[in-house]
C-alpha cells in the first residue's frame, strides 16, 4: 500500500514488512482528494477482487516461528496495535491529512484527549481556545489539572498575540477553527509560527473542515484531530475519532496510543472506510445547501446574524479563503431576543430538522444552544437564542420550507 511509506513511525512495522507490503494498490496515481478517497486504503486483489476489504475481527494474531515472535517481524503483532482494518483506514487519513501517522480512536473526544495526554507531563501549561469543542474543556479542567498541568483559554482570534499568553513551561496550544458552536476563524499559520518559534505543539480539531476542505499540518500544526463520527462516518451511525501526526510529534502520539491501549471497535473503523469513500460528494452537497440556507437565513427578520465564515459577511472569512478549500454542513444563526415559547414553537414543529447532538450525518439537525455558562476568555452576545443547524442531503428547498413554516409558528406564538 502507497500510503504504508509514510508511517515508518509504528515500531511494529519494520522495515522488511513494508517493502513486503508495498505493491501496488488502487490508490497508485490518485492525485486529487475525490480520487483519493475512493480508492485509499483498499487493494481489491488482496481479497479475491471484492471491491471492499473485509472486516478483521481479531485479538490474537499467530507467529510461524521462535524467530517470528521473537523478533516481532510481521505486519501484524496483536489486534489492539493494529488489524488490516484499522490499519487501512488509519494510512488513508494520514495521507489525506499529510501526515506521518494516524492513531485511532473509539470516539472524537477520546482522540481529543489523547492528543492533548500525548504531549503534555507534570508541571506543563496549555493552551486551548476559548472556542474549543466543550467536552475537551472537561477532560483539562478535571483531569490534566488532577494530574498538574494548568489549561488558559485564548481568545479564538488571538493570532500572532499568543504569545503574549506564552510561558516559559507552556507546552501545547489546542486550536479549533472555525470555533465549535461560534464559528470564529483561527489564525493557524501565525499561532503556529509563534508556537513553533518556542517549541510549543500545535494541536488542531479539524472535525469541521475533514482533511478534504483544510489541512492542519500543511498550515504549521503539528497534529490534527477528527471526531471521525461526524462527516467521515457521515451516516450517524457510529462513534469514531483519528489523530494525525507529522513526523516530529508521531512518536509521542504513537506511544499514547499504546500506552492508553486505544483501539476502536472493527465494525466502527469499516463504517468510517465506507464513509470515507463518498465524502467529496457529500461535503460538496453539504456545503452547496448549507450556503444557500444560511444566505435565506441572513436574509430573515426574526434573524440577527449567521456565523458561517464561507459567507462573505462572516468575520472570518477572509482567513477561510486564504486557508480552506471549502465549508461544511454547519453553522450558527443568532436569532433575535424572541420568547420561549415562541422559540418552542419554532424548533417543536419541524419535520425535517431533528433535534439533537453530533453532526455530519446525511440529515438535517438544529440545537439551541447558549456557551455563556463555560466560556472564560471571551463573552458570548446574544442578543436572542443561539441556534446551531446542521445541513444535511435533503433537498433546499424542502428545508428552507420547514425553516419557513418554523418562522410563521414563531411570529403567530
Ligand atoms: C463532536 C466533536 C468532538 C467529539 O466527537 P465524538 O465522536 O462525539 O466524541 C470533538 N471535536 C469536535 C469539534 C466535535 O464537533
Not at 496483536?78 to 495521507?95: F, K, M, Q, S, V
Not at 476559548?130 to 493570532?159: C, H, I, N, W
Not at 449567521?306 to 471549502?326: E, M, N, Q
Request: overall charge neutral; aromatic content about 8%; hydrophobic content about 40%.
Amino acid at each position: 500500500m502507497t500510503a504504508l511509506k509514510t508511517c515508518a513511525t509504528r515500531s511494529e512495522r519494520a522495515p522488511e514488512m513494508r517493502e513486503m507490503t508495498d505493491k501496488d494498490d488502487s490508490s497508485k496515481g490518485a492525485a486529487r482528494p475525490e480520487t483519493k478517497v475512493v480508492h485509499l486504503g483498499r487493494d481489491p486483489f488482496d481479497h479475491h477482487g471484492f471491491v471492499n476489504p473485509p472486516v478483521y475481527r481479531g485479538s490474537t494474531v499467530l507467529y510461524k516461528t521462535l524467530d517470528a515472535i521473537k523478533s516481532r517481524k510481521q505486519p501484524y503483532t496483536y489486534g489492539r496495535r493494529a488489524t488490516p482494518t484499522t490499519r487501512a483506514l488509519e494510512d488513508a487519513i494520514t495521507d489525506l491529512e499529510g501526515g506521518a501517522v494516524t492513531i485511532l480512536t473509539s470516539s472524537g473526544l477520546g482522540a481529543v484527549s489523547t492528543a492533548m495526554l500525548a504531549f503534555v507531563s507534570a508541571g506543563d501549561h496549555i493552551l486551548i481556545t476559548d472556542s474549543a469543542y466543550q467536552p475537551g474543556r472537561a477532560f483539562a479542567d478535571r483531569m490534566l489539572k488532577r494530574l498538574g498541568v494548568e489549561t488558559t483559554y485564548y481568545d479564538p482570534l488571538a493570532g500572532a498575540d499568543i504569545a503574549k499568553l506564552f510561558r516559559p513551561n507552556t507546552r501545547l496550544v489546542l486550536v479549533e477553527s472555525p470555533g465549535s458552536q461560534t464559528f470564529e476563524m483561527q489564525d493557524i499559520p501565525a499561532i503556529a509560527a509563534a508556537a513553533r518559534a518556542r517549541d510549543i505543539w500545535v494541536l488542531a480539531d479539524n472535525t469541521w473542515a475533514t482533511p478534504l476542505f483544510c489541512k492542519p499540518l500543511a498550515l504549521g500544526a503539528d497534529v490534527s484531530i477528527q471526531a471521525a463520527t461526524k462527516y467521515i462516518v457521515g451516516h450517524a451511525d457510529a462513534m469514531l475519532g483519528a489523530v494525525t501526526a507529522n513526523a516530529r510529534a508521531a512518536r509521542l502520539l504513537d506511544h499514547a496510543k499504546e500506552a492508553l491501549g486505544t483501539c476502536p471497535g472493527s465494525e466502527e473503523t469499516y463504517l468510517g472506510l465506507r464513509g470515507l469513500r463518498t465524502l467529496d460528494v457529500r461535503l460538496e452537497r453539504h456545503q452547496k445547501s448549507a450556503l444557500a440556507v444560511a444566505e435565506w437565513l441572513s436574509s430573515r427578520p426574526e434573524v440577527d446574524r449567521v456565523l458561517y465564515p464561507a459567507l462573505p459577511s462572516d468575520p472570518g472569512h477572509t482567513i477561510w479563503k486564504r486557508d480552506y478549500t471549502g465549508a461544511s454542513g454547519l453553522f450558527t444563526a443568532v436569532l433575535k431576543p424572541v420568547s420561549e415559547q415562541a422559540l418552542a414553537a419554532f424548533l417543536d414543529g419541524l419535520t425535517l430538522f431533528g433535534m439533537g447532538y453530533s453532526w455530519g450525518g446525511y440529515e438535517s439537525l438544529v440545537i439551541p444552544f447558549d456557551p455563556t455558562s463555560y466560556r472564560t476568555a471571551t463573552k458570548w452576545t446574544g442578543p436572542g437564542p443561539a441556534l446551531r443547524f446542521h445541513i444535511g442531503l435533503e433537498a433546499v428547498e424542502d428545508l428552507i420550507r420547514d425553516l419557513d413554516a418554523g418562522f410563521a409558528r414563531l411570529k403567530a406564538a
